[in-house]
């Protein structure tokens, strides 16, 4: 990679990097994946926000539409 091996040269580093080198390519692409995910439930739980504002607000019009109907 640009910037070399991220775990150095000492023993534990070495064997790190004998186990994380072969499987590096797939595990960022699971990573994207994951994140790709992530940022899918982000934006349903953001449209159910958006979907709740829009469903109070209406609850609050047919209160306040009752209120002067009662008056």
Known sequence: ????????N?????QFGSKYEPAQEELLQLIAIIAGQVEGIADGINQMAANYGVTEQANVNKIRALTWDDQ
């Open 1 to 8: 990679m640009g910037m070399g091996a991220f775990w150095g």
């Open 10 to 14: 000492d023993d534990p580093g070495k």
